[in-house]
């Protein structure tokens, strides 16, 4: 067993989300890294203390780096002393370590983080000191008090975790040599193929699409359906973090674009026409910014692990 201290705001969400998580064995909150020894709810404003997770998971089932992706799935790593509508220095992001070794795995997925974002994340980085358990009214609250306050959607803990460090972009030079000319325009200029005449727009099959440029899952099959406007569309991501969306006033239009996490690829559009039964969203894609891989071949290359995930 191994454990790892998470302050992500409000503690009441983030327990309950990493109790839902495979893998972590016991969850508690507490106040960790203060200017004092002793602190109290009470008191955590005036000794500087964070509201933290005190994760015990099983290195077997989920790894540290593993850990720090879900918890990055639910901050806002850029926001200071702020997650939510949870406003104070109580509220600050950070993970606290009490093994030295977990300190390399935690520097390389805050370097991975900050890569992304193209800035610096507020997100504390230090040894573990002076924490203190918080009183039993605290502890599991949301499982006592199923409609309590939560600032995170906890369900987000069963979506499929993608590591967008198994998915690195290509050099342009590279994307030149592997794509078509059409994929290339379509994902690193933002431009559109021709409706209809593409080629996943009638495809049903079962299975998964990926980013052409990296090989990052981004849709599953059975979220597909046919919405008659001559492009793939499907009613929601694989996981919502793999996808980035941008305002979007070309062509004397108002749209959302959407690209993908890891390659910045431009794929489409997100449009709030889709079915309303799977949540009233539809992602307008290019067929050119993706690649299909049908079920029986995911585990071959590569994407077994989302299998358990398929409708």
Not at 140 to 169: F, M, R, S
Not at 296 to 307: C, D, I, Q, R
Request: with cysteine; net charge negative.
């Amino acid at each position: 067993m191994a454990e790892i201290y998470l302050a992500g705001g409000c503690f009441w969400g983030l327990e309950e989300y990493f109790s839902r998580i495979e893998g972590v064995e016991e969850t508690t909150v507490g106040y960790a890294n203060g200017q004092v020894e002793t602190t109290s709810y009470q008191l955590i404003h005036q000794t500087d203390h964070a509201e933290t997770v005190h994760l015990i998971y099983d290195e077997k089932r989920v790894s540290l780096r593993e850990i720090l992706l879900y918890f990055f799935r639910v901050i806002d790593p850029l926001s200071v002393n702020k997650q939510g509508n949870d406003v104070g220095r109580q509220y600050r992001t950070g993970v606290y370590y009490t093994d030295r070794a977990d300190k390399a795995v935690i520097e390389q997925v805050f370097a991975e983080q900050e890569k992304q974002l193209g800035q610096k994340i507020a997100v504390e980085l230090e040894p573990l000191r002076h924490y203190v358990l918080a009183e039993d009214y605290h502890q599991d609250y949301l499982k006592k008090n199923p409609g309590g306050y939560c600032h995170i959607n906890v369900n987000d803990a069963y979506q499929p975790l993608v590591d967008p460090g198994q998915y690195e972009k290509p050099t342009d030079v590279e994307l030149k040599e592997q794509l078509t000319e059409e994929q290339y325009q379509v994902t690193q200029h933002s431009a559109t193929e021709r409706p209809f005449h593409n080629a996943y727009n009638a495809t049903f099959e079962e299975g998964i699409y990926v980013d052409v440029t990296t090989g990052e899952p981004l849709f599953f099959a059975g979220d597909k359906f046919e919405s008659g406007c001559g492009w793939p569309s499907f009613s929601r991501p694989i996981a919502r973090d793999v996808l980035k969306y941008y305002e979007d006033k070309s062509h004397g239009m108002e749209r959302i674009e959407v690209r993908s996490r890891s390659g910045n690829a431009h794929l489409g559009h997100v449009f709030t026409d889709g079915p309303e039964a799977a949540g009233g969203l539809r992602y307008c894609i290019n067929s050119a910014a993706l690649r299909f891989i049908p079920k029986e071949k995911m585990e071959a290359e590569g994407y077994g692990y989302l299998l358990t995930f398929m409708q």
